[in-house]
């Protein structure tokens, strides 16, 4: 054979923003999976491999555009190179101070976890959801149906659905500033 696998191997430089550390340049491998990237380069391990199909969402990220808002993206079918340049958030991000989250806590006290392997993206999607509605608060008669639309993608397959549904409830309706009545 001739040369290392290693020297016919294609590599991208990547240079972006984790939990508000600027990171690189790193050279990866091109088509490297952010889920990988972010377990094998960074070693920030929350962020879930599940399905590898982008179905079941265990594996979302925040990603915070310079317009101040976020959105989540999948990170099993998306390659690393694609976040270059851009600001993410891992569930390593939201604890500061050793504290939880306002998110994070609401699914603690509402024990809404079983195995927590889903409890990464369903944190990261009710976080985005949360930034939203301080921006664009909706009547309270269409909470359910936007808590729904935000979280309805995500999978459990320990069927925590409620309790996850029930602590993004109560923590809205526990904020005046992000429902209208």
Avoid: W
């Avoid at 923003?17 to 380069?41: C, E, K």
């Avoid at 369903?122 to 608060?137: G, H, Y």
Wanted: net charge negative; hydrophobic share 40%; proline share 3%.
């Amino acid at each position: 054979m001739d040369g290392d696998m290693e020297d016919d191997l294609e590599t991208v430089r990547i240079t972006l923003t984790v939990n508000g550390q600027r990171t690189g340049p790193h050279t990866i491998p091109a088509g490297l999976a952010m889920v990988d990237f972010l377990h094998d380069v960074l070693g920030l391990t929350g962020t879930k491999f599940g399905c590898g199909i982008g179905v079941c969402h265990a594996c979302v990220v925040i990603v915070d555009a310079s317009d101040g808002t976020s959105q989540t993206m999948r990170t099993c079918i998306i390659d690393a190179a694609d976040f270059a340049g851009k600001k993410i958030r891992t569930i390593e991000g939201h604890a500061t101070a050793g504290r939880l989250s306002r998110v994070q806590q609401a699914v603690v006290d509402h024990f809404a976890f079983q195995c927590g392997y889903c409890t990464s993206g369903f944190i990261n999607e009710a976080t985005c959801l949360l930034e939203d509605l301080a921006r664009n608060p909706v009547p309270r008669t269409a909470l359910k149906a936007r808590i729904e639309a935000a979280l309805g993608e995500h999978l459990c397959r320990c069927t925590g659905y409620v309790r996850y549904y029930e602590a993004v409830r109560d923590l809205i309706l526990g904020d005046p500033k992000l429902t209208t009545r």
